[in-house]
């Protein structure tokens, strides 16, 4: 009885010694990098503040510096001083910042939890893993929204993504990102270019020059832009009739300010936004990183995200688990790009693809824009 | 009429020549002086001029490529670039891609030349995740002979050619060069691993590879050489060495370490090394003359290729030509900032004038008053003056709002009066304005009404006594305003890319472009440099033209 108490007892007294030692070894601040927000107030609320909860002592800065991560992580790097310890970024930049070495590669079934039912973690996230330094959290689309109150009489409301090369159905302004990306493959699309071929047209001078041909016969009518936020405002401002932004801006725009304002999802384009770790962090800080990043990417907590912004979650096994809007009470799977209803044609940008030709297109782009 | 005719130097107080004594004075002076601006001086250099000459360095510099595949680099020297390169090519390329992949480098090269030619980064990113595979085949191969080819001791016995035998450190010590040049780190202290002469003749890419393994195991993953198991590079390397009919003949006569293992390898019959095909198997683009052509015109540790083409020209095979017509753009861009700066500047000195000329006129009371209304804008975010534009200006906006209820435009043709160039122009005009009127002002205010006074009892017009008296005083004020707003104009971004659609756009906004997302520094480094050169050639000839004397920022 004595020894199995002190066994006992001992036994307890390692396992104390244990926890105490793994949170001794880990940083107790960490600094997290994001868009700032509707987004990043979604992370506070779904990731951090339970983590916070689940481990008093811990402190988070947030620095709202996403948009210029992969520039000011090289300069850090190079400056051999770098403050952050996990940063959000897409999943183009992060195949930039993996490419670089300014991202660490992670092993997912290493540093990931397993779904519930106890699938791999890089099972869960499947495909979406686009790079060994990226940890996908997820799923938002590049899609249309349109002035219901603008559209003319006796016309139906525009549901295919070429209604936007339309000026003679649907006339007025247009607005689309300052870059290639989505509209060089929207514009090729709609000159008839199966969907399947799309990069293989791109490839070639004359795709090139097709795809401008068809962007050309709206281009006096776009209002280009460069910061997610404004097509929302040129939509509410009744300055352009259609345009392209992120589906939780035009969700908010939508649900949470009452606009005018009708969603077309066709050829929405998918892209992933997720976490990095840079590379070389000391061990007490990426300790801490990779336990804070084990519990904010697990099934429920991105279910969670999804309650407070419509952007759906990169977990095969998440997607059940999507509930109502925090606020608002809505449900929320029908936002969700990645709805069944909403997903009938969907465009996935092959990031391989422009990490070789974004320099090239770019500056075709750009110099077609000048003209 | 002094009586001294004594022609010796002329003595201070001291009996020191005053010539002297007058230089030491001067020279306590000036370390006096020097030393009170020494803190401003060294904060400007340490925070801003040691990192700008930084930046704009970038521009020619071009390490990377010669640091991260010397051996292919010098293989390709000797290349006519008219067929895709020989075996001898890929098979250095193979071994420093095995060693920049393991260092996690070749990403890095792969980004860089891509600026030039697209499609080299996916080929570097596809091929460097294959390198192990090739090795791999003849690890296997090896293996398959003799187990001992698995074990770290015997190879670490064998390449170290046993106790007491000369090593060759020269070897080692390009090895570990080769390795600091490819991690920009230095690296001191002994390695744990000498390869021996004899060996290295023998074997001398099986002694290199593995050198470079010992050099990486040791330094960067501070592991022991003797314990790990070489790379798959090195058993590629090996079975290189053996194709050598010769090596047979002198391991024959070898009896170091694992000489008997090496000749039971050389008598076996083994894969042939063929990088070429391997390499074109793992993506078929190696195949592309283009791809090898970049690489070897980029080579030189400097290049003028970043400024080439921030003029819209680049280096092709047959020397430098202008760049296909589609993809120029610099060229516009250049013009049309500095057309733009100059137009802002005239619009600020045709509004700020009158500005200016009123406050130093009015009584000092008033005259602060309106002061305040100048500088308002100067504490409200940036930001938010520019979106207040877009929301008087746009087509729905306050201004087009006015005009249909005015009843002067009709509503289906409100005006466009942003997203372009007048946009740009109105906004940069509502913001810069206060630069141009301070100096003015502060220049008007030392102007004499006393002088306007004079010209006029002395039967000149109104406009007379302000053309010819008035103004020429005050041009001091006007340059120094219109240095200060052109030059601020020319670098501005955050204005022209909310309000300058695609027409209005400068210059800068391509260089915030490179900087932060296509990481492309070289090229943002070199439009800067040409920016920079610009705003001094025309401070130059500002200084000819009008003399820089003539500015003045204050009384």
Sequence with gaps: ?371 | MSDTTDTGPVLAADGTPLKRSLRRALRAQKIRALALIAPLLIFVLVAFIAPIADMLFRSVENQIVGNTVPMTVEELRDWDGEAVPDEQVFRAMYFDLFLAAEAKEHTKLGSRLNYEESGVSSLFRTTGRDVDDMGEVFQDAFEEISSDFEEAQVWYDMMSGGDGVEGNERLLSNQVGRLEQLETETYSGDVGFVPGSAISDILPNTARAYSAFAAFTHFVDEDVVAEEEPWEAVYAALALDLEDPGTAAALANYDGPGADLLRQAAATDMPKVDMKSAFIESNKDWNRIEYWKVIKTYSPPYTTGYFLNAVDMEKTAEGIALRDEDERIYGILFKRTMFMSMVITCSCIALGYPVAWILANLPARTANLLMILVLLPFWTSLLVRTSAWKIMLQQQGVINDTLVWLGLVADESRLVMINNQFGTIVAMTHILLPFMILPMYSVMQTIPPSYLRAAKSLGATNWTAFWRVYFPQSVPGIGAGSILVFILAIGYYITPEIVGGTTGTFISNRIAYHISTSLNWGLAAALGSILLAVVLILYWAYDKIVGIDNVKLGG
């Design chain 1, 1 to 371: 009885m004595r020894l199995t108490k002190t066994l006992l007892a001992t036994t307890a007294l390692t396992v104390a010694a244990g926890a105490s030692a793994t949170a001794q070894d880990m940083a107790d601040s960490m600094t997290l990098v994001s868009w700032g927000g509707a987004y990043q107030d979604s992370q506070q609320k779904a990731y951090v503040e339970p983590y916070l909860a689940a481990n008093p002592g811990v402190s988070v800065t947030w620095d709202e510096s996403s948009a210029e991560a992969v520039a000011k992580l090289r300069a850090m790097t190079e400056a051999g001083n770098v403050t952050w310890d996990l940063v959000d970024a897409v999943a183009s930049d992060a195949m930039r910042l993996c490419d670089e070495g300014l991202a660490m590669e992670l092993d997912h079934d290493e540093v990931l939890a397993a779904a519930p039912d106890g699938t791999d973690a890089s099972d869960d996230f499947g495909d979406l893993i686009v790079s060994d330094c990226f940890v996908p959290q997820i799923v938002y689309s590049t899609t249309f929204g349109y002035r219901t109150d603008m559209v003319p009489e006796g016309v139906d409301a525009p549901d295919s993504i070429c209604d936007v090369f339309d000026l003679e159905t649907y006339p007025g302004k247009r607005s689309l990102q300052k870059r290639p990306i989505d509209n060089m493959e929207w514009a090729l699309y709609c000159d008839g270019v199966a969907k399947d071929e799309l990069y293989d047209v791109l490839s070639t001078d004359e795709g090139v020059d097709r795809a401008l041909a068809k962007l050309d016969t709206i281009k006096d009518q776009v209002v280009w832009w460069s910061a997610g936020a404004e097509t929302p405002q040129l939509l509410a401002d009744g300055e352009v009739f259609i345009g392209s932004t992120y589906n939780g801006r035009l969700f908010s725009a939508i649900a949470e300010q009452d606009q005018p304002i009708g969603m077309m999802w066709d050829l929405q384009s998918f892209d992933l936004d997720g976490w990095i770790v840079p590379a070389g962090l000391p061990e007490d800080r990426l300790a801490r990183v990779l336990d804070f990043l084990k519990f904010a990417t697990d099934t429920q907590r991105l279910a969670d995200q999804a309650a407070y912004i419509s952007y759906g979650p990169a977990r095969d096994s998440s997607a059940p688990l999507v509930g109502k809007h925090a606020e608002l009470g809505i449900d929320m799977a029908p936002h969700m790009p990645t709805d069944p209803a909403n997903a009938t044609n969907v465009h996935i940008y092959d990031y391989e693809w422009w990490a070789d030709n974004r320099d090239d297109l770019d500056a075709k782009f750009q110099a077609w824009l000048a003209q």
